[in-house]
Structures are given as C-alpha cells and as structure tokens.
C-alpha cells in the first residue's frame, strides 16, 4: 500500500486536504505564525544538524550529496520515522518546510524515505 505522504511550504495555506501537518526543519519559519501553520508537530529533532544544512546551503548542485548524508543522521531517528510511516498509513501526512527551492530540501528527502517500500 503506497502512503499518501506530501510536502508543502509553510508559507502556502494549510488546507484540510494535507491532514497530519508536522513541521522538519530547526528553526521556526520567518513570518509565519502558529495559527497560520496550523502544525499537528514540530519534529525539530528529524530536520538536517546545523553543520549539514550550513554546508549545503540549499546549493541544488550538493543535493546528491545532502541527501546521502541527510539519510545517513535520519537513521539515528528510525523510530520517529517509524511513527510518521504509521500516521501516514491512515491518512495524509503533510511534510512541512520553509525553504523556497521545492525540490531541493529536507522535506524531499524525508518523503522519499518514508514512501520507500
């Protein structure tokens, strides 16, 4: 059974539709209030350690390389992918992140993760 498992900024509106809404990255998204987020969670502990995401520096050319080394620090969080797996077995479960590069950040990285077999 394929998981319904979907990213989306923090800055684009929380509709019904994303259902379980957890927030990835360390530090809280500018402008954006706790209202508006509308988070289920705020799994700081799963977003890229600072050296990591000050090394990638949302440079798309070190995407590959971000991506390996973000899995490899996910693996210490086995459990609390776990648990986002089995929310996502019931309904939607929505990746929220603040980077503006869609495809290239740490929300991508954790889906793909989770939809994995």
């Known amino acids: 059974m394929a998981l319904d498992v979907r990213t989306k900024r923090v800055y684009e509106p929380a509709e019904q539709s994303d259902g ?34 000050k090394w990638f520096g949302h440079d798309p050319e070190r995407f590959p390389e ?11 969080h086995s459990d609390s992918l776990d648990e986002l797996r089995e929310r996502a077995s019931h309904g939607p479960l929505t990746i929220v992140y603040g980077a503006r590069d869609t495809e290239h950040n740490d929300a991508v990285v954790i889906a793909e993760m989770l939809r994995a077999p």
């Open 20 to 53: 379980y809404r957890v927030l990835i990255d360390r530090l809280w998204p500018r402008g954006v209030s706790r209202e508006r987020a509308r988070l289920d969670e705020w799994a700081r502990d799963l977003a890229p350690s600072s050296g990591l995401r």
């Open 66 to 76: 971000f991506r390996k080394r973000y899995r490899e620090e996910l693996r210490a």
